[in-house]
């Protein structure tokens, strides 16, 4: 049973802003295509688990997709996806690489063979590792109780391709159409229940609660400023911007296209890209409105939170 749906990261959204709204001329714009690829096949690896999740019996599990958590040492992770049951917690770490791949235990490291040689792809097995270190204390410390934690790196890419991969290697990794199957077999394992019904449902409330999404500075870490920010209400049908506000709807100059309420995801991209407060003035310049009471109409129909008066006042996009 489905506890916490997938929602992309704050990450792959502001990397698809990022996408809309920075030059393709820009030095910097090649980088950020990079990490948005990246970003999205990763996002397309997590939605593949989803759909091998499907396979296992409703009734066994709570699942839980994204939940990213602070444990009792202040330190955040978030799990691909957490099911959790009466007697045990299991970790799904998505990896979606292609290639041939070998895990080496002894220098820690996920290595791909690339045409000029060999790229190491960081350490799925030691990340899954910590994470259980930390879930571990978590259940502690809400529940009281410790519960066995298990955790699984699911290589979700179909042309990825195995070597050299040792018995104990293959106890913690495993490819995703086998998925359903390893989870049956864990769940075979662990047949004692830890946690009655009344804590399972206690610990779905407070893991919904304590989800903090992550957070991504796209300004500081492309070391960009707000003037290099494409301005405007994009089209959806064309990408042209800006679209022009006439008679309380937004209009496309190249291909007609009308909206009513497309100043939305403009205000959303402000958001991700430049900051979660906006004051009319910015509003105005950002989505190139020539007043600044249709503006003030426009943020007040969003119901945004608010401080400040007049002039003063700022509104949070969240
Ligand atoms: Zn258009």
Aim: proline share 3%; hydrophobic share 35%; with cysteine.
């Amino acid at each position: 049973m489905i506890k916490k749906v997938r929602e992309k990261s704050i990450r792959l959204l502001t990397m698809e802003a990022g996408g809309r709204r920075v030059d393709k001329n820009h030095p910097v714009y090649a980088q950020i295509e990079r990490e948005l690829g990246r970003q999205t096949a990763g996002y397309k690896g997590e939605c593949a688990l989803d759909y091998y999740l499907t396979f296992i019996p409703d009734d066994k599990y709570f699942i839980f997709h994204g939940l990213r958590l602070e444990d009792p040492k202040n330190r955040y992770f978030q799990m691909d996806s957490y099911l959790f049951s009466l007697s045990h917690g299991l970790i799904l770490e998505s990896k979606y690489i292609s290639g041939e791949l070998e895990f080496d235990e002894k220098s820690n490291q996920l290595i791909r063979k690339v045409a000029d040689g060999h790229e190491s792809m960081g350490d799925p097995i030691s990340q899954v590792e910590r994470h259980k270190d930390q879930m571990r204390s978590w259940m502690e410390k809400y529940l009281g109780k410790v519960v066995p934690i298990i955790g699984q790196v699911v290589l979700t890419n179909k042309n990825a391709i195995l070597k050299n991969v040792s018995p104990s290697t293959m106890k913690k990794v495993t490819f995703l159409t086998n998925l359903p199957i390893r989870i049956k077999a864990i769940h075979e394992n662990l047949p004692n229940p830890i946690l009655t019904e009344k804590e399972l449902r206690k610990a779905t409330r407070i893991l919904n609660q304590k989800h903090t999404p992550d957070q991504f500075a796209f300004l500081d870490f492309f070391k960009l400023t707000h003037n290099e920010i494409i301005t405007g209400v994009i089209c959806a049908e064309c990408s042209l911007s800006p679209m022009l506000r006439k008679s309380a709807k937004w209009i496309c100059l190249k291909c007609g296209c009308k909206s009513k309420n497309a100043h939305i995801e403009a205000l959303e991209d402000y958001a991700l890209l430049c900051g979660k407060s906006i004051t009319n003035k910015q509003a105005k310049e950002f989505l190139h409105l020539s007043s600044s009471s249709v503006t003030f109409q426009i943020l007040q129909s969003m119901n945004l939170r608010h401080t400040g008066t007049k002039k003063g006042r700022v509104y949070f996009l969240n």
